[in-house]
């Protein structure tokens, strides 16, 4: 899912529509080297997101409207400073997330109109190489629910809440970011830390 900080307004309108994606993610947490603990939590993760935006700016002198699905895929690194527990099960997390770009699939048309009745249709593939930043940071907020098992073993249930603070897309607009909520579930084991 798309969202922007509410810039509509008479000239600038915008409409987003989510879709399905998935995220793998591996982590640490409680990291302990040489006897001193790290008290951050850090994250290694794939995302595949997808959604639909949909753009419109108009004026006196005439209109244009963007309609664009995108599917992009990034490989991200995390860090959680704040890792509080509330009771012996609930684990949440908060912290930020930088992100590369690894691939992107877009179609859409890019509409123009002027006040004289003349109209442009622009295919999006045709008009950009390429339409999202190389880097992208944004705020995550988690939610573990924990479930011991055997042998050391942890169970997680989790939801967690990501938002964008840069831009997803670099035409047309610089306003839309991305909002991503994830439920999965996760593995958790304690390794302790061998002194040589």
């Known amino acids: 899912l798309f969202y922007d900080l509410g810039f509509n307004d008479g000239n600038t309108s915008s409409t987003y529509t989510p879709s399905l994606g998935y995220r793998l993610q591996v982590g640490v947490e409680k990291a302990e080297i040489e006897g001193i603990r790290i008290p951050f939590r850090f994250s290694f993760a794939y995302d595949n997101y997808a959604g639909n935006i949909n753009i419109r700016r108009g004026g006196l002198g005439g209109s244009a409207r963007m309609n664009m699905d995108l599917r992009k895929s990034i490989i991200g690194i995390g860090i959680y400073p704040f890792n509080p527990r509330v009771r012996d099960h609930i684990a949440l997390s908060f912290g930020l997330e930088g992100a590369m770009l690894v691939n992107e ?92």
Do not use: W
């Open 105 to 196: 699939i877009y179609e859409g048309t890019l509409r123009s109109s002027t006040l004289n009745g003349s109209s442009t249709r622009v295919n999006l593939s045709n008009k950009y190489q390429e339409v999202s930043p190389e880097f992208q940071l944004g705020f995550r907020a988690k939610c573990t629910y924990e479930i011991k098992l055997e042998n050391g073993l942890i169970f997680s249930p989790q939801y967690s809440l990501y938002l964008g603070l840069s831009r997803e897309i670099m035409v047309f607009s610089d306003k839309p970011r991305s909002m991503r909520h994830f439920f999965g579930i996760g593995l958790k084991k304690y390794i302790p830390y061998e002194e040589r």
